[in-house]
């Protein structure tokens, strides 16, 4: 079946008591059982482990990114952090894309590094410098395509066949694509994170993560972190996602074409010094994105000419879009990813890696096109 399909079919069935379409937010903290001999005989003891809600949304990702279960989290953060958490022990060493969401990069650099963990933040589009950056104890490498903000690619393909050679993990954070777009199982990959507050949820309502294992084991793994570390998805987030779901294909459609509209116009406009959008021909690895993924997504990012002081004013300024943290959601977002989302990364470190500070991002939401745009022109001009 379809992708369409399947993001409103799968892992989901008509409430068995009462028919209703919507799998029920069950609010509940435990579960009655039958008796000490058929103790889980209904598969649920305590929500800390395990909620019908949530179980549905689970299944639902698993489908979606062709692996064999998937654990929901609180947030994307926690997803990271049950990777880590399942992979990774004191004395080991983890590759980490040197351009990556802010607080992956905070997460290892603050608090794993405190576990006894060893980073090394590598240029991952490079899949030499993944290999030359590999330790006898590296355990696990976690690539994040396209990556937040730069949209810099990983060759999953390639990565995955030297973390399988050398008997390690790859995880990928597919947070930017989706499964619509990208499969990074089927590329090679272990693991697949996201952040769903992004294009699952769709909506800007919930924080929430996901992490989808390719075999039953690894899902295994996760799943002990997450009981023990009770860093569960709540019943209302999981239920507000599915819905969020049910419309995901639609939306990456329409965004991304706006997106591609979006970057046109301001890789033609005088006022814009760069423009970077993985779907236009100018984009340095035009050939990985179409290999790799069936669509461009709706992130973008540009400088304008002028540098900081004007894409402060642009960012001050602009009407329509909404000066805010978040992506992938039906509201249009410009955030300044230098003061905003990764602000914990040293300043020489961003800068090594081009996130400038005249640096402005763009997720493209569900507005038409020409609205978004006229905002754009106006705050330009
Ligand atoms: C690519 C990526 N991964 C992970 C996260 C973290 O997700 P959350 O904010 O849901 O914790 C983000 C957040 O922006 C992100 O952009």
Redesign the pocket.
């Known amino acids: 079946m379809g992708f369409s399909t399947r993001q409103i079919h799968a892992g989901v069935r008509p409430d068995p008591v009462t028919g209703a379409i919507n799998t029920p937010i069950y609010q509940t903290t435990t579960y009655v059982q039958d008796s000490v001999d058929e103790y889980l005989a209904k598969g649920y003891s305590y929500s800390r482990s395990a909620n019908p809600t949530v179980r549905a949304l689970e299944h639902k990702l698993a489908e979606l990114e062709g692996g064999a279960d998937c654990s929901c989290y609180g ?4 997803a ?1 952090n049950a990777v880590f958490m399942a992979c990774l022990s004191a004395g080991d060493h983890c590759i980490v894309s040197d351009v ?2 802010g ?2 990069y905070r997460l290892a650099t603050q608090v794993f590094s405190r576990f006894g963990v060893d980073f090394s933040f590598v240029d991952t589009a490079d899949s030499e410098a993944v290999a030359a950056a590999l330790r006898d104890n590296t355990r696990l490498v976690l690539t ?1 395509t396209p990556a ?1 903000p730069t949209l810099k690619l990983t060759d999953l393909r390639a990565v995955s066949a030297l973390t399988r050679e050398q008997g390690i993990l790859h995880a990928v ?1 597919n ?2 694509l989706t499964p619509y777009y990208q499969l990074p199982l089927q590329l090679g990959a272990d693991l697949v ?1 996201h ?4 294009y699952f949820d769709g909506h800007n309502a919930t ?3 996901a992490v989808i294992a390719a075999t039953p084991e690894l899902d295994e793994r996760l799943r002990f972190v997450q009981n023990a570390t009770g860093t569960i998805m709540s019943p209302q987030v999981a239920f507000l996602t599915l819905q969020g779901c049910k419309t995901l294909s639609v939306r990456l459609q329409r965004q991304s074409a706006s997106a591609l509209a979006i970057a046109e116009f301001l890789e033609a406009h005088p006022k814009v010094a760069r423009v970077c959008y993985p779907g236009l021909p100018s984009f340095p690895q035009a050939e990985l994105a179409r290999s790799q993924a069936t669509g461009h997504g709706a992130m973008l990012w540009f400088e304008v000419a002028g540098g900081l002081p004007a894409g402060k004013q642009l960012m001050d300024r602009i009407r329509l879009w909404t000066l805010a ?3 992938g959601s039906v509201e249009s977002l410009v955030t300044h990813p230098a003061t905003m ?1 990764h602000a914990d990364v040293e300043e020489a470190e961003r800068h090594r890696v081009g996130i400038t500070d005249g640096l402005v991002r763009l997720s493209v939401g569900l507005e038409d096109p020409e609205d978004l745009i006229a905002a754009l022109d106006e705050a330009l001009s």
């Not at 947030?75 to 926690?78: I, L, Q, R, S």
């Not at 952040?195 to 992004?198: A, E, G, I, L, V």
């Open positions: 947030t994307g953060m926690a990271i990556a969401y607080g992956t994040e937040n954070d947070t930017f994170v952040s769903t507050t992004k924080v929430g993560g943290e978040n992506l989302t």
